[in-house]
C-alpha cells in the first residue's frame, strides 16, 4: 500500500537557520507530490507541488522542494527562516492511477527560535 | 483565504447525537473532499464528490456520510458520535476531480464529542 512518511514529529530551528523537513514515500510508480502548510487553527495552504519535468521545485514563502526519485524522497527546504514559518508542515502523495486519493503524512511541527 | 467556507467552526456535542458539518466550495468547483484530523490517525481521506455523485471513498465509517447538493455545497453528516470521533473536519474543494489537480481547503470545523 501507498504510504508517506515524515520521520520528524518536531523540528526547532533558529530565525534566519536554514530549514529541511524530510519526506519520503512508497509507492510503485513516481507518484504526484505535494507540500502543504497548517498554520495554528487554519487549514492546509499548498506549499509547492510536483508532477514530473525539472526535479526542484519553487514554492511559495521562499519555499522549494526536490524530488529524487532513487531515494523516493521529496525534501522541503528554505534557506532561511522567519518567525512566521513556524506550523506544521505535511507532505502528500497521490497515486497517478486510480482515484487520485491524498494520501497524507504524518505532519512535522515547526518551531522558530527568535 | 482558500476561497473554501466551512461551518460551523467548532462544535460540541455529546456521545450518542448526530451533527451536520456543511462546506461551500470555491466557486466554480465541482469537487468536495472532506477529511478527518486526529492526533492519532493524522490526516484521514474520508469521501469524494463530484458535481452531486461520489467519486471515492476512503475511510470513512458507516456511521458517517456526506451529500453534495445541486449548489455544489456539501455536508458531512456524523452519528452515533462517540468519543474517538473528536476531530478537526476539514473540507477541500478542485476545479473537477477527474485528474490531479490541487485541492484548496476549508479552515476546519473542530469537533468535541463529551
Known amino acids: 500500500a501507498q504510504s508517506v512518511t515524515q520521520p520528524d514529529i518536531h523540528i526547532t530551528v533558529s530565525e534566519g537557520a536554514s530549514l529541511e523537513l524530510r519526506c519520503n514515500y512508497s509507492?510503485?510508480?513516481?507518484?504526484?507530490l505535494f507540500w502543504y502548510v497548517q498554520s495554528p487553527g487554519q487549514g492546509l495552504q499548498l506549499l509547492l507541488k510536483?508532477?514530473?519535468?525539472?526535479?526542484l521545485v519553487q514554492g511559495i514563502k521562499g519555499f522549494e522542494a526536490e524530488f529524487k526519485r532513487s531515494q523516493s524522497s521529496f525534501n522541503l527546504r528554505k534557506p532561511s527562516v522567519h518567525w512566521s514559518d513556524a506550523a506544521e508542515y505535511f507532505c502528500?502523495?497521490?497515486?497517478?492511477?486510480?482515484?487520485?486519493?491524498?494520501?497524507f503524512g504524518t505532519g512535522t511541527r515547526l518551531k522558530v527560535l527568535a | 483565504d482558500s476561497g473554501v467556507t466551512q461551518t460551523p467552526k467548532h462544535l460540541i456535542t455529546a456521545t450518542g447525537q448526530r451533527v451536520t458539518l456543511r462546506c461551500s466550495p470555491r466557486?466554480?468547483?465541482?469537487?468536495v473532499y472532506w477529511y478527518q484530523q486526529s492526533l492519532d490517525q493524522g490526516l484521514q481521506f474520508l469521501i469524494q464528490?463530484?458535481?452531486?455523485?461520489?467519486?471515492a471513498k476512503g475511510n470513512i465509517l458507516e456511521r458517517f456520510s456526506a451529500q453534495q447538493f445541486p449548489d455544489l455545497h456539501s455536508e458531512l453528516n456524523l452519528s452515533s458520535l462517540e468519543l474517538g470521533d473528536s476531530a478537526l473536519y476539514f473540507c477541500?474543494?478542485?476545479?473537477?476531480?477527474?485528474?490531479?489537480?490541487?485541492?484548496?481547503f476549508g479552515p476546519g470545523t473542530r469537533l468535541l464529542v463529551l
Open positions: 509507492y510503485g510508480a513516481t507518484p504526484y
Open positions: 464528490y463530484y458535481n452531486g455523485e461520489e467519486r
Open positions: 502528500a502523495v497521490v497515486p497517478t492511477s486510480g482515484t487520485y486519493k491524498y494520501i
Open positions: 510536483y508532477f514530473s519535468g525539472d526535479t
Open positions: 466557486s466554480g468547483d465541482l469537487s
Open positions: 477541500a474543494s478542485s476545479s473537477s476531480g477527474g485528474g490531479i489537480e490541487t485541492q484548496y
